[in-house]
T-cell receptor, first 116, second 113 residues
Framework: AQSVTQLDSQVPVFEEAPVELRCNYS??????LFWYVQYPNQGLQLLLK??????LVKGINGFEAEFNKSQTSFHLRKPSVHISDTAEYFC??????????????FGRGTQLTVWP | NAGVTQTPKFQVLKTGQSMTLQCAQD?????MYWYRQDPGMGLRLIYY???????DKGEVPNGYNVSRLNKREFSLRLESAAPSQTSVYFC????????????FGPGTRLTVL
């Protein structure tokens, strides 16, 4: 089975500052990794995903994440945030072999609040 | 192309009442999912359907039933609602590959009094 830990439940930051949202995972098999964003009163939308290859993954809205296998981490970063980035962010992991269910495991979420 | 649609958007029930949450997707996806979202808990999988005619329990299936009516539609039924089922419910769909993205509906906010 897999599990995900998002280390910060809330991250406040000022507009145009850089931000990092931290995610660690545990798994007995190799994994696919995902970051989703949820704007208020909406469903989840994919930001980016790591499947294989380059460990630096670029997503929508200027976000990027780096897969670190040795540290089992997949931290999300943005060099300069906007007020419109205020949302909840979810890290998720899915085993790429083994269980026939192949379910997606979500972290508990990080609320990013960008202040003017 | 509407993606994943859910009805209703909001619902208030009394304890013991029953209801069915509807979900439909128009992306020709094989797999469909039902999650619930509670504050500080992230998303937890209730039930999953890998393909038409199959369903599997997820992490929190108790108190729920599902029906994969056809490839497009996947419904979630609460037979006897309890206050612990107050939550936001999301339906999602994806292709059958493990690398495939899950696409989410807008959610149903359910309150059980």
């Amino acid at each position: 089975a897999q599990s995900v830990t998002q280390l910060d439940s809330q991250v406040p930051v000022f507009e145009e500052a850089p931000v990092e949202l931290r995610c660690n995972y545990s798994s007995s098999v190799s994994v696919y990794l995902f970051w989703y964003v949820q704007y208020p009163n909406q469903g989840l939308q994919l930001l980016l995903k790591y499947l294989s290859g380059s460990t630096l993954v670029k997503g929508i809205n200027g976000f990027e994440a780096e897969f670190n296998k040795s540290q089992t981490s997949f931290h999300l970063r943005k060099p300069s945030v906007h007020i419109s980035d205020t949302a909840e962010y979810f890290c998720a992991v899915r085993g790429n072999r083994g269980s026939t269910l192949g379910r997606l495991y979500f972290g508990r979420g990080t609320q990013l609040t960008v202040w003017p | 192309n509407a993606g994943v649609t859910q009805t209703p958007k909001f619902q208030v029930l009394k304890t013991g009442q029953s209801m069915t949450l509807q979900c439909a997707q128009d992306m020709n996806h094989n797999s469909m999912y039902w999650y619930r979202q509670d504050p500080g808990m992230g998303l937890r999988l209730i039930y999953y359907s890998a393909s038409e005619g199959t369903t599997d329990k997820g992490e929190v299936p108790n108190g729920y039933n599902v029906s994969r009516l056809n490839k497009r539609e996947f419904s979630l039924r609460l037979e006897s609602a309890a206050p612990s089922q107050t939550s936001v419910y999301f339906c999602a769909s994806s292709g059958k590959g493990r690398a495939d993205t899950q696409y989410f509906g807008p959610g149903t906010r359910l309150t059980v009094l």
